[in-house]
């Protein structure tokens, strides 16, 4: 079984500017969780996305948002890049529900310059 | 609110012996689930080892084995015949309950093994 993909692996971006993080959960998979992991901040939750509906968020900004399709496939949206946005972004999921067991991706290295 | 403290940011053994690698954590919660996941520099988390909270036995997978201390809000991991490959970041990881998959992670602990 195929694991959790992200796409792209690597990113460079400048200041202003928006980007989009996607994350292919596990076949069968219904729930995407993002994280930010930075130096400073360590882990932080983002948000959870189950049957398509945000289940759960953490303390960010509204400039990052998210999306869950119908396939259970999701995108992070981070609008009006800072230089604090830089950070590993991953992505985790689960079957959701009555589910402890989360598979985390490779994650996504966003650089803002 | 829920916190996870690991204490040692650093710490090495030798191939072949033993470390303990410390977590506490601080909630109101009474069921909750702990973990203990690993970061090589591939950077990809990997599922270490669970413990649920109602369970008082403590759970074992192979060379890693935790000690959890529910009333002092402990939960330590035990690898046992370090391999050169247990080389990575360890973050301690607390879940409230099944249908919140949030993580609350601790800031890691950077294990190195000595050849």
């Known amino acids: 079984k195929a694991g959790v993909t992200q796409t792209p692996r690597y990113l460079i971006k400048t200041r202003g500017q928006q980007v989009t993080l996607s994350c292919s959960p596990i076949s069968g998979h219904r729930s995407v969780s993002w994280y930010q992991q930075t130096p400073g901040q360590g882990l932080q939750f983002l948000f959870e996305y189950f049957s398509e509906t945000q289940r759960n968020k953490g303390n960010f900004p509204g400039r990052f948002s998210g999306r869950q399709f119908s396939n259970s496939r999701s995108e992070m949206n981070v609008s009006t890049l800072e230089l604090g946005d830089s950070a590993l972004y991953l992505c985790?999921?689960?079957?959701?529900?009555?589910?402890?067991?989360?598979?985390f991706g490779p994650g996504t290295r966003l650089t803002v310059t | 609110a829920q916190t996870v403290t690991q204490s040692q940011p650093e710490m090495s053994v030798q191939e072949a012996e033993t470390v303990t690698l410390s977590c506490t954590y601080d909630t109101s919660e009474n069921n909750y689930y702990l973990f203990w996941y690993k970061q090589p520099p591939s950077r990809q988390m990997i599922l270490v080892i669970r413990?649920?909270?109602?369970?008082?036995q403590n759970a074992t997978e192979n060379r890693f084995s935790v000690n959890f201390q529910k009333a002092a809000k402990s939960f330590s991991l035990k690898i046992s015949d370090s391999q050169l490959g247990d080389t990575a970041m360890y973050f301690c990881?607390?879940?409230?309950?099944?249908?919140?998959?949030?993580?609350?992670f601790g800031t890691g602990t950077s294990l190195t093994v000595i050849p």
């Open positions: 990881a607390f879940m409230k309950h099944v249908y919140s998959n949030q993580f609350y």
């Open positions: 413990q649920e909270a109602y369970k008082q």
């Open positions: 985790a999921s689960s079957f959701g529900g009555r589910s402890y067991e989360q598979y």
